[in-house]
Structure formats: structure tokens, C-alpha cells
């Protein structure tokens, strides 16, 4: 996952012929390797959006694990990869089911490569083109053609990088009020991190273990059936919590609901729902 050789931008497998904007689907290294349906949820959203969307095949790792772990060079090395695979210059827009992947295009790919003559404007223009899923929707595009129904409570766990980095918070809030059907109840600490934090609930385990601790703590007395969020290492971390206390609340990508994939597949940290009969 750090390889740097050369890829050709134009590697891409496109997945619908609208006419509208051209834009790359950046799946993520947690959605690919945990979570296919948020890839599949994000695809059918964009599409539904009008968008004309390529997936390419040569992305991999935004390098953020290890520019979070203080290794600027393989980082870099990353970044420079990610800027040729997902060739900026050939789409309108990037986009990601991750609040966090995005921030790290958005706010460190220009810093690392400023002084890559060869990189530097691409990785500038592969910034500005780079947004979060549910605010590509909202901001972006002002789109309102949610079209899912789901019986259900949910609660929503606002990310850190979405949040704090791109200014996440209302756009899949007003996604959601578009569901038929589904009733959203606020967490009493949203804003709270759960405590995952990429390599910080490896360095401090104790702390990150409390903070999820509490964050599930939130989700149960919020009432709700389902806890969704924007990125898929925070729901994998409040899911297992759950998961170890015995609870019943769901944990799901908010992409899985707005795409009217919920009931479709089981919830993150579930083993496939059973035949009927």
C-alpha cells in the first residue's frame, strides 16, 4: 500500500454515463477492506445525484496512517502516488465516505509536495477538488433527491476530521431528514471523539477505551436503534464497543441509510442475516 511507482491517471472502471459532473470515487482503505457496501451506497448516491462516476483502480492508501504516525516521507510518497491515481485533472470532483481521507487531501497533500515542482499544482488542484461524501451532496450540488425509507431511530456521531476539518455537521443531518420514516435523536455530546483517532487508540489504548467507553454510553441513552456516522473508523470502534457490552444498537455508515442499502445488508460488526425459512 505504499508503492510509488508511476499509474496511469486514466485507470478507472466508470460506473454510469450522466451527463452530469464527472466525478472519482475515492472508496477508502477501511470501506474497501471492512465495509464494501459504504463503496456501493456512495456509488448509487453520486449516480442517483446525476453524477458520471469512475472509480480508480489504481488508488490505494491516503497515506494518512502514516503522516498521523509522524512519517512525513512515506506519507509523501503516498500522496504523490494518490495524485497520479486519482488524476484530478481528468474529473470535476473527488469524493469520499470519509471525512477523515478527505481532510487529509484537502489540508496536507498541498504541504506535503509544496516542493515537488511536479506535484505541487496537481496536488493543489486534487485538493480543491476533494470533498466528503454527504457535503459534495449538500454543499456542492444542493441536492434533495433522498429517496430512502427506513423504520427506524437514529443517533449521529459526529467525526473529528469531518467536523473539525471540513466543517461536517448539517449536511447529513439534512440528508437524513429527507428519509422517510426515520427519526433522528441528538447524542447529548456529539461533538465528542470516540477515541479512535487513527494511531491514538493504539499509542493510548486505556484513554481511547474510556472515551468509546463513554461515546456508548451516549448512544444507549439516547434511545435510538441506530448509530451512524461519516467515517468508518469510528463506527468500527463504537460498533465493537457495543458489541462487547451485549447491546443491540446498530452502527452503520450514514451512506448504507441514504442509499436505502439498511436493510440490505447487516450492521458493521454483524454476521449476514439468515435466509427466510
Known sequence: MTDSKPVEPAAATTTASAAGPRVALLVTCLVDLFRPPVGFAALRLLEQA???VTVPEAQTCCGQPAFNSGDRATATRQARF????LAAEAVD?????SGSCAEMIRAHYPALLANDRAMAGRARVLADKTHELTSFLVDVLGWTGIAARLEATATYHDTCSGLRG???????RRLLGQV???????????????????????????????????KADDVVASGADLVLGGDMGC???IAGMLKRRG????????AEVLAGMAEETPAIGEGPKSAPG
Open 93 to 97: 470532483y473527488v469524493v469520499a465516505p
Open 235 to 237: 463506527l468500527l470502534n
Open 180 to 214: 422517510e420514516g426515520l427519526s433522528v435523536r441528538e447524542l447529548s455530546a456529539p461533538e465528542e471523539c470516540c477515541g479512535f483517532g487513527g494511531t491514538f487508540c493504539v499509542k493510548y489504548p486505556d484513554i481511547s477505551g474510556r472515551m468509546v467507553g463513554d
Open 82 to 85: 494518490m495524485v497520479e491515481a
Open 50 to 52: 446525476g453524477c458520471a
Open 166 to 172: 471540513l466543517g461536517v455537521r448539517e449536511q447529513p
Open 247 to 254: 447491546s443491540a444498537v446498530q452502527a452503520r455508515h450514514v
